[in-house]
């Protein structure tokens, strides 16, 4: 067997469950490193778990996360803990302390997945996994293939001891309703901040309509629901009426690349807009789909793929920023209405679905753990090589997931770099 | 052959209520071998632990656990040394079948003798342990190399670092100035003297400059470079190595209709560095100031040898040139011509930043030509410009071409910048528009030579900050590579596994088919034209083991003879239209955990088939197919991942090369007179859980129209 470092300095702190956040704890791992992985979720898998697929391939996420967990499941110099979130971190490089606190998930390592506590759970709630757009029970598996393999049950809607029917159903004694919360230091000689992304809120965008219209969505519903795993099993139908989808119109750019909402440009909407077209034609023959962008960024090898749907004849692309998502007062159809940089005039496109192609907003955006520091726009502030601090994937940058996998290697890189300079005792 | 097993079949998670434990515990009990049988309740939680006590007590070299998947409790179910064999009773059967009928206790009970039998045949694996070099060969001293040289020696490792030029730093010598990624905007220098020296004053580097590779060698943890330098011939060990050997600009020839090798006054991006630097910018013609300047993006329709290199750098290289033409002359002004501005991301900041610049002008269109102007020199530049719908003239002393980065990879002689002596060729293999990437996302270093690791240009377009980023990430693949090959453990995707193949040469008939089809090139050949394995180079993967054609390959715990074996003790009711047998091979990395999450979602497959995992398509031997389809399987499916341009196999053509397996099957079909259809390749994808059901079921169907295989009974 590899040999495995004592924990403590030899330790490296991975906050965030990610894709960036696996890869980083599973390459310092396996290069020999103990490293403690800490998710604010009751599951690993982070934002590209719920991706249906990934461009340019047009490849399932759940395939590399699939071997990622066998790794871990193999690895144990790797400490998960879920349903858990760093609250601070005092120290310095080669010795940090970081306080997290640990669960509760109301449910133990005892569960078998056995599904008797959903069977009985009384409740239902809203899956966030799903954007909102499905319901799971109270005592629900979070995802189909979940890491850790384990049940979770949603304190927001848990009637607790009011209840208890899923304690009584277990045979496996894996149900505690008066778990705790407890807090835990870990010590570790770096840290690699990897917290990702959350959509940027298209409410905030008024003239797109979200939240107007159900048949306005935004990116990641439109992943659920070309989803196995999702809402429709699929399909891709209009969420007013499931009737499937005949024409689509993507709007690129929606809340990025804007004074008043983003300012940046979340990198990868332009690329996952297409994807998802190719899902659209792939599964309705019969549909149109409308891109409207102001600049398609698929850069390099990306330009092929972009070719490939562009030159699809079910595809127009029209540059232009849209002014307007409305709603027809005849036909009750959305209509688009958009600039045409090219063409010249106003267009306006009647389609039954309209997806809004929101941003990136870095998870720590609103209040990082004392002791990570953040720039203008949310994302983490990566230090000077000599600093214990470090970032990889969208905490850093909107980033794509080839990019995201080489900042988590190269981060995993630097922290054992910091932690075998750094002399045992300083 | 293991001679003392123990089997354990749990009833929990439903399994109890779907089959009959107890009759699966007797069947056990009868079979060759088993000395102990138990069952529980739950044997992943307390009675764990009479796993454990009865390997030592009733010294059993092998345990086969009927339960849950083997893709969960693995670590509860680890009795290393000890072979433990996992029975899928769970999710291949409880969670995906009517319970308590005949069909599911004969699937159950087939399951179970297949365990066994495949326990029979497994040995636990002898580690290759070796000494390893405990260094690194890195080829290429610019940003990326320099980089990766830096972390390996942080991390402890001595570093050779070879560099071609008689200066280390690579590219970035030729930048005037760089780009801007953070407020206030300003363009910055970057310090390559600093860049280098921090790499070189490290211990643990030495650098060699005015060499270059003329050959590498031998396996990861043990590789031999034949370097040439200004001392004559030298050779270095190393226990991994990376490619940083960077980029070429695009070939001049693909921009002559814009007048670059054309025009004087039209030069490359690379040029524009060269006459920046220089001072005052002036006119390469006639030395005249330089007042006004367009940049072409070169991203349009007719830029295909262009397009694969350009995008991310390439704009923000036209940005930050438009940015040093208005910093030396304020009263100069700068067009650029382009169709989509690749900022992504933050860079998208400094865009914004420029356009707030006066003196630049974006025209956004296709340029249509560039010719020399009338009568004081200078160009003439006519582009459509789609915001006013007709074309402009732009009259301006200097164009600049904006040139993408060609990695060296896709070069013609690029096999000679760092040439492998490996029987299957001395370039590096290469992933679209030849990059030395690997065709995976998740695991962009895992290329088709373990241990040779590519970083900064020559593996993906990108900037010098992205590229440092690379650097180090490839140091510790490295790092890694060597830390698995001292334990004589496997790397990706088979991580820590110990066997490696096993070769009976006294059958072995000299094809070299082995040696051509390993995708990751393990096995070379020796005087006699026999495969030779270099342990540390291979991933465990088994496409030899099925390549082989006399069968001569195996693993100790994974061979032609156990999944032979496992066909063998299915039971096959003769005469019965109703009970027909379909054996399923199913790749462990995507089918697999597709059938498990069939039981998850508690949806229904037919008990008709018998599922055996295996590690790769690629990895099933003709014989075993054969064998299955002669002794009087009535089908015979095989699961796996998609192939092609955007395959999915993580051996990389695993689920291909089944072709060639495919056609010795349809041969033995033939000479049996049995329909071809009874064999077929089912492509099937992890998220495929919710279409596997139809799939198969449609399969059966199609087996049972045929009716049963009229090769049962003999």
């Known amino acids: 067997m590899s040999t495995v470092s004592e924990a403590g300095q030899d330790a490296i702190l991975v906050i965030g469950g990610g894709i960036a956040g696996i890869t980083a704890a599973l390459e310092a791992a396996e290069a020999g490193m103990s490293v403690y992985l800490v998710e604010r979720n009751p599951n690993l898998g982070g934002r590209v778990a719920q991706l249906a697929r990934y461009f340019p391939k047009l490849c399932p996420p759940s395939c590399g996360l699939e071997i990622n967990y066998q790794r871990l499941r193999d690895n144990r110099a790797v400490r998960v803990f879920t349903t858990s979130e760093v609250e601070s971190i005092t120290g310095g490089p080669g010795a940090y302390t970081a306080t997290v606190r640990v669960g509760p998930r109301y449910v133990t390592d005892r569960c078998t997945m056995c599904n008797a506590c959903a069977e009985v759970c009384p409740v239902d709630r809203p899956s966030a996994f799903d954007y909102g757009m499905t319901t799971t029970r109270t005592a629900y598996l979070p995802l189909e293939n979940p890491y850790p393999a384990r049940y979770a049950i949603d304190p927001a809607t848990c009637l607790f001891d009011e209840c208890a029917k899923c304690v009584e159903a277990c045979q496996y004694g894996a149900i505690d309703l008066h778990m705790q919360p407890q807090t835990v230091e870990l010590r570790a000689g770096a840290v690699i901040v990897a917290t990702g992304w959350r959509p940027y809120d298209a409410r905030a965008i008024t003239n797109l309509a979200f939240g107007h219209h159900p048949d306005v969505i935004t990116n990641v519903m439109m992943e659920r629901m070309a989803a196995e795993t999702g809402p429709t099993g699929g399909r891709i139908v209009r969420p007013s009426d499931g009737e499937p989808v005949r024409s689509v119109a993507f709007i690129q750019c929606a809340g990025s690349r804007d004074r008043l909402h983003l300012g940046y440009c979340s990198s990868i909407c332009c690329l996952a807009s297409l994807k998802e077209a190719s899902l659209v034609l792939e599964r309705n023959p019969e549909a149109q789909v409308h891109v409207f962008y102001i600049d398609l960024r698929t850069p390099g090898t990306y330009e092929a793929f972009a070719q490939r749907v562009l030159s699809d004849g079910r595809v127009r692309a029209v540059k232009g920023k849209v002014a307007d998502i409305l709603t027809d007062p005849g036909s009750g159809q959305l209509v688009v209405v958009a600039d045409d940089m090219v063409g010249g005039a106003m267009s306006r496109t009647p389609v039954d679905l309209v997806v809004l192609a929101t941003g990136m907003a870095p998870s720590l955006g609103d209040g990082p753990p004392t002791g990570v520091d953040i720039d203008e726009e949310g994302f983490v502030v990566e230090g000077t090589d000599t600093e214990g601090i470090l970032v990889a994937g969208c905490a850093r940058a909107p980033v794509d997931v080839a990019t995201t996998t080489v900042d988590a290697t190269a981060a995993a890189m630097r922290a054992i770099a910091l932690v075998r300079r750094t002399p045992v005792g300083a | ?714």
């Open chain 2, 1 to 714: 052959m293991s001679k003392r097993t123990g089997v354990y079949v749990c009833e929990g998670c439903g399994i109890g209520e779907c089959v009959n434990v107890a009759s699966l515990v007797e069947l056990a009990a009868g079979e060759p071998g088993v000395v102990v049988t138990r069952t529980s309740k739950a044997f992943c939680l307390e009675d764990s632990a009479r796993i454990a006590e009865d390997i030592g007590a009733e010294s059993l070299d092998a345990v086969v656990v009927a339960a849950c998947s083997p893709r969960v409790n693995r670590q509860v179910f680890d009795h290393r040394p000890t072979m433990v064999r996992r029975v899928n009773l769970r999710e291949h059967v409880a969670w995906s079948h009517a319970p308590q009928e005949e069909a599911t206790e004969e699937l159950a009970a087939d399951l179970l003798r297949m365990g066994i039998a495949a326990a029979r045949h497994m040995r636990p694996p002898v580690a290759n342990i070796q000494d390893c070099e405990r260094s690194v060969l890195v080829v290429g001293a610019g940003p990326a190399g320099l980089s990766a040289a830096l972390s390996a020696a942080e991390g402890g490792f001595a570093v050779t670092l070879v560099e071609r030029e008689a200066q280390a730093g690579g590219f970035p010598r030729r930048l005037a100035r760089t780009y801007p990624t953070r407020r206030p905007f300003d363009l910055g220098d970057v310090d390559v003297d600093g860049l280098v020296g921090r790499a070189v004053d490290h211990p643990g580097v030495t650098l060699l400059t005015s060499t270059h590779v003329t050959a590498v060698e031998g396996q990861p943890g043990r590789f031999t470079a034949t370097l040439q330098g200004p001392g004559g011939e030298s050779r270095v060990e190393a226990g991994a190595v990376i490619m940083a050997t960077g980029f070429e600009p695009v070939a001049t020839t693909h921009f002559a209709d814009y007048g670059l090798g054309v025009l004087p006054d039209v030069v490359s991006s690379l040029d524009m560095e060269d006459l920046c630097r220089a001072g005052a910018l002036r006119r390469p013609s006639d030395g005249e100031p330089v007042r006004r300047v367009a940049i072409l993006a070169c991203d349009g329709p007719r830029d295909s040898a262009n397009l694969p290199y350009s995008g991310a750098v390439t704009s923000m290289t036209a940005l930050k040139q438009a940015m040093l033409v208005r910093e030396r002359d304020p009263e100069s002004q700068v067009y650029i011509v382009y169709e989509d501005m690749q900022t992504p991301g933050r860079d998208e900041l400094y865009y914004r930043h420029v356009q707030e610049d006066h003196g630049v002008f974006f025209v956004r269109g296709n340029v249509r030509s560039v010719i020399a102007g009338n009568g004081a020199g200078g160009l003439v530049v006519t582009a459509e410009n789609s915001v006013l719908a007709r074309d402009v003239s732009l009259e301006v002393d200097l164009v600049v071409v904006t040139v993408g980065m060609v990695p060296r990879s896709a070069l013609p002689e690029s096999g000679e910048a760092m040439p492998l002596r490996y029987l299957q060729g001395t370039a590096m293999p290469t992933g679209k528009a030849g990059f030395a990437d690997s065709n995976f996302l998740c695991f962009p270093y895992e290329t088709r030579r373990t241990g040779i690791y590519a970083a900064g240009c020559v593996h993906r377009s990108q900037d010098i900050a992205q590229s440092r980023r690379d650097g180090a990430a490839a140091a510790l693949k490295a790092i890694q590579v060597v830390e698995k090959a001292s334990a004589g453990e496997a790397v990706h995707p088979r991580v820590g596994e110990l066997g490696f193949p096993q070769f009976f040469m006294q059958k072995c008939t000299a094809c070299g088919r082995c040696t051509q089809e390993c995708p990751f090139g393990a096995l070379e050949l020796d005087s006699q034209r026999h495969p030779v394995i270099n342990p540390n180079r291979c991933r465990r993967c088994g496409i030899c083991m099925g390549a082989c054609p006399v069968q001569v390959i195996s693993f100790p715990d994974y061979s032609v003879d156990q999944l032979s074996a496992m066909g063998k003790v299915v039971s096959l009711p003769e005469d019965d239209e109703e009970r027909m047998r379909i054996l399923v091979l199913a790749c462990e990395n995507d089918a697999y955990p597709a059938l498990d999450m069939v039981g998850i979602n508690r949806l229904r497959t037919p008990a008709t088939l018998r599922v055996v995992p295996v590690r790769c398509l690629g990895s099933v031997n003709s014989v075993v197919v054969n064998d299955a389809v002669q002794r009087g399987f009535d089908g015979v499916a095989l699961l796996g991942c998609r192939s092609g341009d955007d395959y999915q196999c993580h051996f990389i053509q695993g689920s291909q090369l089944l072709g060639t397996r495919m056609e010795n099957v349809r041969e033995t079909l033939g000479r049996l007179a049995l329909e071809p259809e009874r064999v077929q390749v089912l492509e099937t994808s992890i998220v495929d859980a919710r279409r596997l059901p139809g799939v198969l079921e449609a399969f059966a169907e199609e087996i049972r129209a045929l009716g049963p295989n009229p090769m049962k009974g003999f």
